[in-house]
């Protein structure tokens, strides 16, 4: 069932979207060659306590952490943990904050100090393909309308966009109706639905510089997910809310931008 906030809720959700906002700027600041994942978490976790937040990764289906660090070939869903990053690498980061009892979830890949224009441009392709469904979306667009303009920009670039994860809508739940894939195929055609005002979803292209194909990769109690080929892979996620006329991104960093 695909819920409509009401704008009490919406104001929940905007505070949640601003603590993430400003988590994901932070770590944009701590990301650097010789930082570990853990770090870039611990710092994250203090600013999201202090804004009255609460990671909510944390014990979410037994995930160990309370936020997702996937560097070069992890595509999502990577464990934080003491390894140094290294000049080169990219790290995708996702957080999830609850502010009384409401959910926002975002993410987005860094660079770590110089990396290869290829990483570069994997990056900025996966980045710009959110930035044109966020600017698609508002009362009556169809999700087959948002996901094909993803997959287009993506795949359009020579790039594989993954199929095996999709967005979501969010609320009180991390996890809530409808699914947004990144994809179009004809299952996905059949169950369209079109948003409305109060809908809320979040949006995350995913986009491997190979093969779309993604395999499980077992770490302690928890599947991190990578690329097959092991080639890079690149991850942006906002949680937008639909309104009367257009849209709300509801997890900007402090003064917009991505
Ligand atoms: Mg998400």
Partial sequence: MVTRKSRRELDRMREAGRIVGESLAL???VVAPGVTTKDIEREMVAL???????????????????????????????IPDDRRLREGDIVGIDVGVRYKGYIADA?????????????????????????????????????????????????????????????????RQMHEDPQVPNYVDEHFRRNDMALKPGHVIAIEPMANEGTHLTSRVRKGNWDVVVT???????????????????????????????
């Fill in 27 to 29: 770590a944009d600041r």
């Fill in 107 to 171: 993410a987005r890949t860094f660079a770590v100090g110089r990396v290869e224009d290829r990483a570069q441009r994997l990056m900025d392709v996966c980045r710009e393909s959110l930035e044109i469904a966020l600017a698609a979306v508002g009362p009556d667009v169809r999700l087959s309308e948002i996901a094909s303009r993803i997959q287009a920009h993506i795949e359009g670039a020579g790039y594989g966009v993954v199929r095996d994860y999709s967005g979501h809508g969010v609320g």
């Fill in 48 to 78: 999201i306590r202090r804004g009255g937040g609460e990671p909510c990764f944390l014990g979410y289906r037994g995930f160990p952490a309370c936020i997702c660090a996937s560097v070069n070939e992890e595509v999502v869903h990577g």
């Fill in 228 to 258: 097959r080929d092991g080639k890079l892979s690149a991850h942006f996620e906002h949680t937008v809310a639909v309104l009367d006329e257009g849209s709300e991104v509801l997890t900007q960093k402090p003064g917009g931008g991505d």
